[in-house]
């Protein structure tokens, strides 16, 4: 069963979030309670007596399939994030067969060098319409997919850095837990995101989706504001089986938890009713950002054609 955590300081201004067993969810109930109005929620037990996602069963799915590989290495959460070279998809990747993936994940070299599969999309896989997927959809009436399944493994240390996203969001526990800090859409300003002009000269390796705080490690003198945002600061702790809505624009890290494997998938939705995606800011500055990314994807273009041929 899923903790959920919103700690005792201002908690009467502190949002709450839901954790609720998954008998006492229907797609009506999901849809008028939590979708409608954007409201995050964790369903237990939602999978339980279902096939465990264990690194064998993955290796007998995927077998040598090829899978990119992000390498974060040992120094990166030891930097101020504006130091960053790049973030989310666009993390340097190495491409591997997932067996020698899983070998690194068990020998410990994924750990020491933080070594994860992220965001890998499902689509042209065995597990692309696996009995986990279609099972959530049904009990939760969900429709309006806007992306594929995508698979995100490795061991517990790793952390997905505090991030919104443009669409409503399910993640779906299958193996290890996974410990999630949350603040509300209206904490934009106290979060100190990228800002949307980044993408004009990075491209998307500087994200206005992302924060350059870091939640748990603030540097208030740069960061000031960050205190505020730490008084609506919520945590939940999601166990296999488990599955989290998290509406669009909620900000939040994903920290893997223990020593073990830790694999999860995820799945963005259209934003439902289209009155709650109008109303969205960050949805828009996400969209914006991608639109300034153009000129500096043509300049890039450009540039790697103009250069001479060796030779």
């Known amino acids: 069963m899923s903790s959920v955590e919103t700690g005792s300081a201002s908690a009467l201004s502190r949002p709450q979030i839901s954790s609720i067993p998954a008998a006492q969810v229907t797609p009506v109930s999901f849809f008028e309670t939590y979708r409608k109005s954007g409201t995050p929620v964790v369903i237990t037990g939602l999978l339980d007596g279902l096939p465990e996602w264990n690194l064998e069963y993955l290796c007998q799915q995927f077998g040598d399939c090829q899978f990119p590989i992000r390498q974060y290495g040992t120094k990166r959460y030891q930097l101020d994030k504006r130091q960053w070279p790049n973030m989310g998809s666009t993390v340097e990747t190495h491409l591997m067969p997932f067996t020698e993936y899983a070998a690194l994940l068990r020998d410990g070299t994924a750990k020491a060098q933080d070594l994860y599969l992220g965001k890998c999309s499902l689509k042209q896989t065995a597990l692309a319409n696996s009995e986990p997927f279609t099972f959530v959809e049904t009990r939760l009436g969900l429709k309006a997919p806007v992306t594929d399944y995508n698979l995100w493994l490795g061991v517990g240390g790793h952390t997905t850095c505090l991030h919104c996203d443009a669409f409503d969001g399910i993640l779906i526990q299958l193996l290890g837990t996974k410990r999630i800090l ?37 540097d208030f003198e740069s960061f000031p504001r960050f205190r505020a945002a730490l008084q ?42 289209l009155s709650r995606a109008l109303r969205i800011w960050n949805k828009w500055r996400i969209h914006l950002g991608s639109v300034l990314t153009v000129p500096h994807v043509i300049w890039t273009e450009l540039h790697s054609h103009s250069r001479p041929l060796d030779g």
Not at 199 to 210: I, T, V
């Open 232 to 273: 609506q600061k919520c945590e939940v702790v999601l166990n296999p089986g488990d599955v989290f809505f998290i509406p669009v624009g909620w900000w939040h890290e994903v920290i893997s938890t223990g020593d073990g494997v830790v694999c999860s998938v995820n799945r963005f939705w259209r934003v439902l009713p």
């Open 182 to 218: 949350l603040f509300p859409p209206r904490q934009l300003p106290n979060l100190y995101a990228f800002p949307i002009s980044s993408h004009l000269w990075a491209g998307l390796k500087r994200r206005a989706s992302y924060s350059q705080v870091y939640p748990e490690q603030p």
